[in-house]
Structure formats: C-alpha cells, structure tokens
C-alpha cells in the first residue's frame, strides 16, 4: 500500500521560509513523478511544483524564484523549500505521486499558514 505523509508546516511571518517533506512507503519512489499541490480556503486544488524521476523540475508562475523542489531517492523522500513566503500562500499543501496506469497517491496534506 503506497503511503505519502507531508510534513514541516506551519505558521511563518510574511517573508519567512520553510521545509515541507513528503515520505514515501509501500512504493518503489525513485521510479515516479512528484509533484507538489495547494488548496486555499474556498479556492481549487493548484499545481505548485514537479519534478520528474530524472530530476527536472517545472514551477508554477506564481511560486518560480521562491520554492524549490527536489528529491532524495535513496530516502525515498520529497522536498518542497517555501522562500520569501506571502500571505496568498497560506494553504494546504499536498504531495502527490504520479503512479501512471496505477493513478495517483496523495498525502493528507500539511498547513501552511503566513501572517502578513
């Protein structure tokens, strides 16, 4: 059973930074896409960041030159690095794992909040 479990939320003043994880178990990470999601209260689901298995990544024009995503394969872990936050970022951010034929796994998701 594949499993993703975020982590490193929380409340941040305007400006600040944080660290948002995504643990993996019950799939072999390496192999699939990652991508980083958000929903704001009364707003869609949106798209923050990727990555592929190979490393590349692609960002959504409202994050691009604050947040960084990345991997490590051997823990089987992704990262979401939150710069220079602003309040219209306040969220839940959700990883998710592109499985292909298998569909997608999704993590509970983990709050952000940024106070102006």
């Known amino acids: 059973q594949v499993q993703l479990e975020e982590s490193g939320g929380g409340l941040v003043q305007f400006g600040g930074s944080l660290r948002l994880s995504c643990a993996s178990s019950g799939v072999l990470f390496r192999l699939y896409p990652m991508r980083w999601y958000r929903q704001a209260p009364g707003k869609q689901r949106e798209l923050v960041a990727s990555i592929t298995r190979e490393g590349v990544t692609n960002y959504a024009d409202f994050v691009k030159g604050r947040f960084t995503i990345s991997r490590d394969n051997a823990k089987a872990t992704g990262y979401l690095q939150l710069n220079s936050l602003k309040p219209e970022d306040t969220a839940v951010y959700y990883c998710?794992?592109?499985?292909?034929?298998?569909?997608?796994?999704w993590g509970q998701g983990t709050q952000v909040t940024v106070s102006s």
């Open positions: 998710n794992l592109d499985l292909g034929l298998r569909g997608n796994s």
